[in-house]
């Protein structure tokens, strides 16, 4: 009998399990154009994510941060004064997920 209780309790878990699955799924929203719609919301995206990486100080001496959407890709990049020598902060960030996908600094 008690490997039976096993058995009931098991399945009765794994209903359980599943239905919270589809239900996470379908209450999951994803907006049309995605998490990252526009070069602004990239911009401040990317600033949030390379301040604490590269420091504050030295990201906001890269602005303004420069974003082009490549396919469904934002990539955001510092820019340096006329003269200056020195490599820029550089992040790629998915449009439809937020999700990053590279972050990297030139020498």
Known sequence: MS???????????L???????????EH???PDEGFIP????????AEAILKPIY???????QKPLKAVLNNT?????????EGLMGGVAMIEISKRD????RV????
């Open 3 to 13: 490997q039976r209780i096993s058995r009931v309790f098991f399945i009765f878990f």
């Open 15 to 25: 209903m359980v399990a599943e239905s919270y699955s589809v239900m996470a799924q």
């Open 28 to 30: 999951s929203y994803v």
């Open 38 to 45: 526009d070069e602004m919301t990239a911009v401040v995206v």
């Open 55 to 61: 420091g504050v100080e030295n990201i906001d001496r």
């Open 73 to 81: 890709v934002w990539v955001i990049k510092g820019t340096l004064p």
């Open 98 to 101: 937020a999700k990053v996908i």
């Open 104 to 107: 990297s600094h030139g020498e």
